[in-house]
C-alpha cells in the first residue's frame, strides 16, 4: 500500500461486489461507466462516507452528539483517505434570502466597499445588507419580490356576503372571520360585491386596520376593521395558516417584482449610495463579467485591499464560465450543474489543500465550448496540491482524466465491479461500453425527416432573448442547443406557451420530489403491490404503506433520519431500527411470493419486471426501462436522482402520445454514452409514432442525430440571446457562425 494513493479493499456497498482499487493522489481520477453500474456507491457512498465517518469521529465525545451519525460503509480497508469536501448537484438552497453574492461572499466584501468609497456616507457595512432592517425594502421585506392577490380569483363579484363570496377557509359564511365584515354595519351583506359603491369597495378590499364607530353588538370590544387584501397579506399569506391552505392559496397569489425597489432588495437610502455613478443595487443586477469591469476601474486608495477580494472571487466565476449570472440571482433558481459550479469556484479560492474534493458530473449542463473552462478550473483547484475524484461520462473530461477506473460491466446487479482501470490509452484498447464508445465518432444524421407543420414566433424577449423571429418545425426532433445561459430555457418556455397541441414539458426543475417519494409512488406502482399483499394475506392494504400504518415508528416511513443543521445543509443517514426499508418489524412478516414487502420494495426495475411476470404493473415497468432507468430501485428516494434521471422518470408516464409536443431540458444529463444511444432511439420512436420531440441539449451525440438544429448565443447573459444557427446538421458543418460546429 503506497502513501500517494488511497487505497480501497473489498468494498461491498450496495451493489459493489467486492471492490479494490488504488486511487493516485494529488491528481484527477474519474470514475465512469453506464449508469446504475457502482460509481456512487463506490465514491460517494464508501470513500467520501468513511471519509466524513472518521473525520467526525475526532471530535472530543461531547461535540459528537450534536454531529450526524455516519454508519461505517460496507468495506473491509480504506487507507491514506485525505478529509473529503463533496461538491455534487445538490440545489444550493431554497432561501429566498440566498444569492449568488451572498452565498460567494462577493455581496459582503461589496457591501464593505460601499461603506468606504461610496457618497454620499450613509452607514457601515450592515446598513447595505437587504437582510438587515436599515437596508432592506420596507415594501418586500428585502426578497425582491411582492406576493400579489389577484382579488377575482378570491372574491366573487357576482355573490353577495351572505352568498358566500369570499373563497377561503374562515371566510365562508358563518366562520369567524366572515363574522368581521358581517358585524361591522359598514355593508349590505345580501348585495353583490359588484353593486359595491366606490367608498365601500375600497372599505371591503384595501382599509388599513381602523376602529369602528357604530358596529353591531356581536362586535368584539377590542377588534378593529381591515379590508380584505391588508387582512390576506398580514395574518394569511406569512403565516401557517397560509401554509396549511398553500394549494389554495396558490390559486389567487402569484409573485411580481416589488413596485418600490424594482427587484433589487434594498431601499432608496441604500440605493442613493454610488460609486462612479452605481449603486450596489446596480452593480448586484449587472452580468459577472460587467461586475468585474466596473471593479477593475476602481481607483480609490481605500479600495485596494478590497478590490484584490473581490477580483479573486468573481475572476473564479468567470473562469468557470458563470460570468452570465448577477449577484442578485438567487440560487434556488439555479441549475444543479450552476450550483456545483459555483461550489467549485469558491473552494478554487480556499487556502485549504491536501484536500480530496469529490465531483459529481461537474459537465452537467455545459455546452463543449464550456468544458474547457471547467478543464482549467479543475486543473487549478489540482494544483493547490489537491485530489480531484469525480464521476463522470463526457468525453472531453474523461479524456483530461489521468487515472480511470471504468465500472460495470452492467447496471444495478449486473455492475458493481471494475472492469478498467489506468490511463486512457489502456482504457481505448478494451472492449467496455466506455472503451468502445470514446473509439466511436458519433456521426451527423444524413437522411433528416421533414416538418409536418411549424410554429411561428414573433419577436420573443422573454428574459434575455433578443426580438426572436423564428419557425419551430413539428412532427420531428428538433434539438436547441447553445452555450450555457444563451437562453434555450427561455426560448423553451416561450414555444411552450405558443403551443396549440397537447403539451408534456418536462424540466429539470418541475418533479416534486421528497424523501418519501420513489420510482413505485411515482409510477402509482406501490398501489397494485400493495393490493397483491391485501389479497395474499387477507388484511388492509395500508398496512403495505411507509405512508400509513405500515411506517417503521422510528423514521416514520422515511426511511432515514433528517439532522437540521441550522446553518449548514441537512444531514441525511439511513434509520437504525428499519435499516433503511422504511417499515415496522409487523408488516415485515407478511410475504408474497416468498417475499416480504420491504424485499420487493428493493428490487431493481429490471428485477421487478421478470418477478411480476403476467401482472399489469409490469406495462409501467416496461415503461421505466424504455427510458432506460431499469437500474433504479422501487423504493429509491426520488431525492437521490439527477436532474436528467427525473426527467426520464416522467418521460416513462408519457410514453402514449400521439400527436403530443414533448419538451426536454437536457435529458442526457447524467447519462452514459451507451445510454444516450437508448435515449435516442427513444425519441425516435416517439417521433415515428406521430409525436414532435423538442430537446434542449449539450451533448453532441444527441446534437448530431437530430433532424433540425437552432443555436442560441453567441455567448451567455446579455451577450446571448440571439440566434446564430438553424438548419439541419448537415447544415451545421457549414456554418461560420456557428460555435458547436467546431466540436463536431
Not at 468513511?50 to 465525545?61: I, K, V, W
Not at 439555479?334 to 489543500?353: M, P, T
Request: charged share 25%.
Amino acid at each position: 500500500m503506497h502513501e500517494n494513493e488511497i487505497t480501497v479493499v473489498n468494498a461491498t456497498e450496495n451493489n459493489l461486489k467486492g471492490v479494490s482499487v488504488h486511487i493516485p493522489k494529488k491528481k484527477l481520477t474519474v470514475i465512469t461507466g453506464i449508469s446504475g453500474s457502482g460509481k456512487s456507491s463506490l465514491v460517494f457512498d464508501t470513500i467520501a462516507a468513511e471519509s466524513r465517518r472518521e473525520l467526525n469521529e475526532t471530535f472530543p465525545s461531547f461535540v459528537q452528539r450534536y454531529l450526524p451519525k455516519y454508519g461505517r460503509p460496507h468495506v473491509d480497508i480504506i487507507e491514506n483517505l485525505p478529509v473529503t469536501v463533496i461538491i455534487d448537484q445538490r440545489k444550493l438552497g431554497d432561501n429566498v434570502r440566498s444569492t449568488v453574492g451572498t452565498y460567494t461572499d462577493i455581496y459582503t466584501f461589496l457591501r464593505l466597499l460601499f461603506s468606504r468609497v461610496g457618497k454620499p456616507f450613509i452607514g457601515y457595512s450592515d446598513t447595505f445588507s437587504f437582510n438587515h432592517p436599515q437596508g432592506k425594502c420596507p415594501k418586500c421585506d428585502g426578497l425582491g419580490v411582492y406576493k400579489q392577490i389577484d382579488i377575482h380569483k378570491l372574491v366573487d363579484f357576482n355573490k353577495s356576503l351572505n352568498e358566500d363570496a369570499i373563497d377561503f377557509p374562515t371566510f365562508h359564511p358563518g366562520a369567524w372571520r366572515w363574522k368581521r365584515y358581517a358585524y361591522s354595519r359598514l355593508f349590505d351583506l345580501d348585495k353583490k360585491i359588484k353593486d359595491y359603491s366606490k367608498e365601500e369597495l375600497d372599505l371591503f378590499l384595501y382599509s388599513p386596520q381602523v376602529k369602528l364607530i357604530d358596529p353591531s353588538p356581536d362586535w368584539p370590544v377590542t377588534a378593529k376593521f381591515e379590508g380584505i387584501i391588508p387582512r390576506m397579506e398580514r395574518s394569511i399569506l406569512s403565516t401557517d395558516e397560509g401554509k396549511r391552505h398553500a394549494k389554495r392559496v396558490s390559486e389567487f397569489v402569484f409573485e411580481d417584482i416589488c413596485p418600490d425597489c424594482k427587484g433589487t432588495r434594498v431601499n432608496d437610502r441604500v440605493r442613493s449610495c454610488k460609486i462612479n455613478g452605481l449603486s450596489i443595487a446596480d452593480v448586484s443586477l449587472l452580468p459577472l463579467d460587467k461586475s468585474l469591469d466596473f471593479i477593475r476601474q476602481l481607483n480609490d486608495p481605500l479600495a485596494v485591499d478590497i478590490k484584490a477580494e473581490l477580483d479573486k472571487r468573481l475572476s473564479a466565476l468567470l473562469d468557470i464560465g458563470l460570468g452570465y449570472l448577477s449577484l442578485s440571482r438567487g440560487t434556488g433558481t439555479l441549475s444543479g450543474g450552476e450550483g456545483q459550479r459555483i461550489k467549485i469556484a469558491r473552494n478554487i479560492n480556499s487556502a485549504l489543500a491536501d484536500i480530496l474534493y469529490v465531483l459529481d458530473e461537474p459537465s452537467a449542463g455545459l455546452h463543449p465550448h464550456d468544458i474547457m473552462r471547467l478543464k482549467k478550473s479543475l486543473t487549478s483547484l489540482k494544483k493547490r496540491g489537491n485530489t480531484i475524484l469525480m464521476v463522470e461520462h463526457n468525453p472531453d473530461l474523461i479524456r483530461t482524466a489521468e487515472y480511470i477506473v471504468d465500472m460495470g460491466p452492467g447496471a444495478g446487479e449486473h455492475g458493481g465491479e471494475i472492469v478498467y482501470q489506468g490511463t486512457l490509452e489502456g482504457l481505448l484498447k478494451t472492449d467496455t461500453f466506455t472503451g468502445k464508445d470514446l473509439r466511436e465518432k458519433v456521426g451527423i444524421k444524413e437522411k433528416t425527416r421533414k416538418p409536418i407543420d411549424c410554429i411561428q414566433i414573433e419577436k420573443a424577449n422573454y428574459h434575455n432573448l433578443k426580438d426572436l423571429d423564428l419557425q419551430i418545425p413539428l412532427g420531428i426532433l428538433t434539438v436547441l442547443c447553445g452555450v450555457a445561459g444563451s437562453g434555450k430555457s427561455s426560448l423553451m418556455e416561450v414555444i411552450q406557451r405558443r403551443l396549440d397541441q397537447p403539451v408534456i414539458a418536462i424540466s429539470q426543475k418541475n418533479i416534486g420530489i421528497s424523501l418519501r417519494s420513489t420510482p413505485a409512488t411515482y409510477m402509482d406502482i406501490s398501489d397494485s403491490i400493495r393490493k397483491l399483499f391485501a389479497e395474499e394475506n387477507k388484511v388492509s392494504a395500508s398496512n403495505f404503506s411507509f405512508n400509513s400504518q405500515g411506517a417503521c415508528p422510528e423514521c416514520k416511513g422515511k426511511g432515514v433520519i433528517v439532522t437540521e443543521m441550522s446553518f449548514m445543509e441537512d444531514i441525511i443517514t439511513p434509520c437504525e431500527r428499519c435499516g433503511g426499508t422504511r417499515y415496522n418489524d409487523k408488516v415485515l412478516q407478511y410475504t408474497y411470493k416468498g417475499k416480504n414487502i420491504a424485499q420487493i420494495m428493493d428490487m431493481s426495475i429490471s428485477v421487478g419486471i421478470r418477478f411480476f411476470s403476467g401482472q399489469p404493473i409490469v406495462k409501467l415497468l416496461n415503461n421505466l426501462e424504455e427510458v432506460g432507468l431499469d437500474y433504479l430501485h422501487l423504493n429509491q428516494s426520488l431525492s437521490t436522482l439527477s436532474g436528467g434521471e427525473l426527467q426520464r422518470l416522467k418521460l416513462a408516464s408519457h410514453l402514449d402520445g400521439k400527436g403530443t409536443v414533448y419538451i426536454l431540458d437536457e435529458p442526457a444529463g447524467g447519462l452514459h454514452m451507451e445510454d444516450v444511444k437508448k435515449l435516442l432511439l427513444l425519441f425516435n420512436k416517439l417521433v415515428d409514432k406521430g409525436n414532435s420531440v423538442i430537446v434542449a441539449e449539450h451533448n453532441l451525440a444527441v446534437i448530431k442525430q437530430a433532424d433540425w438544429l437552432i443555436e442560441l448565443g453567441p455567448e451567455g447573459g446579455d451577450s446571448g440571446g440571439k440566434i446564430i444557427f438553424s438548419g439541419t446538421p448537415g447544415d451545421m458543418m457549414q456554418s461560420k457562425d456557428s460555435t458547436t460546429r467546431q466540436y463536431f
